[in-house]
Structure formats: C-alpha cells, structure tokens
C-alpha cells in the first residue's frame, strides 16, 4: 500500500455564489487563488503556505440538478480506484459515478457509503510522503 492510501487528499467547493466564496476563504483562510480553465467554466485552485490545497467550482456547471446545492467534496486517495469501488460495493456502498480520469490529476470515482454519504475516490497522478520535508504533515497544519 502506498503511503497515500487512505488519506483525505483534495476537498473541493461547490458553489452558486464563487465570487462571493473566494472572498470569504481569501478572508477567513488567507488562501490565494488561481484560475484554471475548465469546459464551460473556471475551477479556482486555493493555495495556502505555496501549496494547493482547495478547490472551488461553480454548481452551475454540473450536470445534475441535485448536485447544485453548495457542500464540500471530500477525494480520499486510494492505491486502485476500481479496486476500491468494488470493496466499497461489497461494504455496503454504492457508485454514483463511474471512474474517469482527469488529465494531471488522477483516476477519480464517486461513491455513497453505506451510511448514504457521498465521497470522492482517487487514484492521484502525484503521490507523496508524509513524513517527508517540506511536504504537509500534521506538524505543519497552522492552528
């Protein structure tokens, strides 16, 4: 198993109102952000300490009605998205989206646990040590 495998590793923001997100997160969080251009739209990166750490969308740009309402989406890394969706299945959990892969980024999937709650799935492209220096570790999280 890698040294990834299990972590939380991107958290995005879906959201009706970006303009109005950024400057709260600039605000409460200091974060920075860069556009990315995207299909119809623009993904903002957040940076925080030179490093990204978030990622803001608007809803409008997705396909499902159901998926506008504005929440936090959580991508927990694993070593095989197909692997890991077929173990989430046997536990009692459900596929919401089939694996698709983001160029630079990962293979991604998205699930409902057993409890209902949707989670994102990811193979990243990068990996990293915890431990290792300069990378984020739990030392290094500002409180």
């Given at each position: 198993m890698s040294t990834t495998h299990g972590l939380v590793w991107w958290s995005e923001l879906m959201t009706g109102d970006v303009t109005g997100c950024r400057a709260y997160y600039e605000t409460v969080c200091g974060w920075?952000?860069?556009?990315?251009?995207?299909?119809?739209?623009?993904?903002?990166?957040?940076?925080a300490h030179g490093k990204?750490?978030?990622g803001m969308?608007?809803?409008?740009s997705l396909p499902s009605a159901s998926d506008r309402y504005p929440h936090w989406m959580t991508y927990l890394a694993v070593d095989d998205v197909d692997s890991?969706?077929?173990r989430a299945k046997a536990a009692g959990g459900h596929v919401e989206r089939e694996p698709f892969e983001v160029p630079g980024v990962g293979r991604i999937a998205i699930a409902r646990d057993a409890g209902?709650?949707?989670?994102?799935?990811?193979?990243?492209?990068t990996q990293w040590d915890a431990d290792a220096p300069g990378e984020p570790s739990l030392e290094n999280v500002p409180v």
């Open positions: 920075r952000f860069e556009e990315m251009p995207m299909g119809d739209g623009v993904y903002l990166i957040a940076h990204p750490v978030a969308m608007d809803t409008a890991a969706l077929e209902g709650a949707v989670v994102g799935l990811m193979t990243p492209v």
